[in-house]
Structure formats: C-alpha cells, structure tokens
C-alpha cells in the first residue's frame, strides 16, 4: 500500500495525527493530536455540564423521576447547550479532515520521491 493511503487511512480511523506519526513528521502528528484531544475536551465539558444541570434538577425534584420527563429535560438541555458548543464540536471535525488530507499530501510527496530515489 502507498504511503498516501497509509498515513490518510490512519489518520483517519485511529486518530488526527496518526498519518503524520507514520510519516514521521512527530511534531505535525503531536500538533493534530493535541488539538483534537483540547476541542474534544471541550466538548465533552460541555456534556458533562449539561448532565451534572440535569441531575441537580433530578435531586431538587425539579425535574420528576420520570423516564420521559428526563429524556424530554435531555434533549431540550441538549438543544440549548449544542448552540454553545458548536464551536468545539466543528473545532474537532475539522482537525481530523485537515489531518486526513494533510497526511495524505505529505504521503504522496514521500511516494513521489521513493519513486524518483527508485529509478
């Protein structure tokens, strides 16, 4: 298999940077992977936010200890909170495409010179 796809495909189903660390390009891979692990974290304060709201109304008897009342609570608590968090969440996606295409780029360079450096 090509470096190209390699480094693409690992950078894609492992994690953002994965390809760069194949490549050997460490500090790209480390650059990816912290950016990605900071908005994730982002996103997953944000969750965990909106839970700890949604159980302190549970204890209070805010919210009754009800099945469909604490799916409706989660998914109007879910609808405010993503508007705040949409930022972090495309933060996240974004990194992981431009890890992916990035990989992929420095792979079909490396490809290119190994056939050069073959002939």
Known sequence: MKKALSAALLSALVAPGCGHYYLKHKRTALVFFVLAILSLGMLLADVHEVAQRIAIDIQNGTIP??????????????????INSKGSMYGFILCWLVAVLDSFRLGFKQDKQDAKAAK
């Open 65 to 82: 200890m009800d099945t469909n009342a604490i799916m409706n609570e989660v998914t109007a608590q879910t609808h405010s909170s993503m």
